[in-house]
């Protein structure tokens, strides 16, 4: 009688540490959840989609903001070590980053990779290029979250997504690389204005000569001066702004990039800047 008194105690006392907060019975992994962000640049909206036969709980992001999708920057969700992956007849070019406490990201059928094998990579950093690599009917990105190598219900920014069965049914738009951690750093041999749109019509300030950060690029006017040309424009925070003017968020010509040539728009380290 004394030990079934002793094994109803216990199965109370394990009962009361599942349902409090805080208590043993609370996964420790799961609490510690990174706070992912969508898998594309800053300001991009895509469509996504799940299919019944994907692996574990996959979603298919596909742009549709009017921007492509194939060679569109694939952005790391999180901060963590990455690793690089092919798998011709499935993922094709693939990137998994460890962010620890048990949890992964997984991105598929990428067209490049954009960082090397080991890389401590932070959140909003470019990590690859949207492919159709390995298994793909066409330019997608493949997206995982897993922990403890079980596939989880994907949340971005703490918010749990849900699973359409096809396309343009449901519509994620990113804030991944906005700012923070996703800023890409540049030097510019230069001081130049920086404009409300990428041309030259509506002069906001000015960016001075220096290193600065910037968010995102954005194909527009070609820009020409003594040392060549540029179509990039970069969107960024000036030093100074003309009266009336804004100079958050404004264009400046990636021509005056101190370390790139024409039509290119890199960051110090040689890393694509990501679309706008």
Excluded at 151 to 158: E, H, K, L, S
Excluded at 193 to 210: D, F, M, R, W
Aim: aromatic share 10%.
């Amino acid at each position: 009688m004394r030990s079934l008194r002793i094994a109803l105690l216990a199965l109370a006392a394990l009962i009361v540490s599942m349902l409090l907060p805080g208590t043993a019975g609370a996964d420790p992994a799961t609490a510690a959840a990174p706070t992912f962000k969508a898998p594309f640049g800053c300001g991009q909206t895509w469509t996504y989609s799940h299919h019944s036969a994907e692996v574990r709980r996959a979603l298919d992001f596909v742009r549709t903001d009017g921007g492509a999708t194939a060679g569109a920057p694939v952005l790391a969700s999180a901060a963590g070590t990455a690793t690089r992956h092919s798998q011709a007849g499935g993922a094709g070019n693939y990137i998994v980053i460890d962010h620890g406490g048990g949890w992964r990201t997984y991105y598929f059928h990428l067209a490049v990779y954009s960082v090397p094998h080991g890389a401590a990579v932070a959140q909003g950093q470019q990590i690859g290029t949207t492919g159709s690599t390995g298994n793909s009917s066409g330019a997608h990105i493949h997206y995982e979250q897993l922990l403890n190598g079980v596939g989880q219900d994907i949340r971005i920014n703490g918010t749990a997504l849900p699973y359409p069965g096809s396309y343009h049914q449901r519509y994620l738009t990113s804030d991944n690389g906005c700012g923070g951690g996703g800023r890409y750093w540049v030097d510019t041999f230069a001081q130049t204005q920086g404009y409300a749109a990428p041309n030259t019509a509506s002069p906001q300030g000015v960016l001075l000569q220096g290193t600065h950060y910037v968010y995102c690029k954005v194909w527009g006017a070609r820009y020409d001066g003594v040392y060549g040309h540029n179509h990039w424009w970069l969107r960024t925070d000036l030093d100074r702004t003309h009266p009336g003017g804004n100079g958050r968020g404004a264009y400046v010509p990636a021509y005056y990039l101190s370390r790139w040539g024409n039509d290119e728009a890199r960051d110090n380290s040689g890393n694509v800047i990501p679309d706008c």
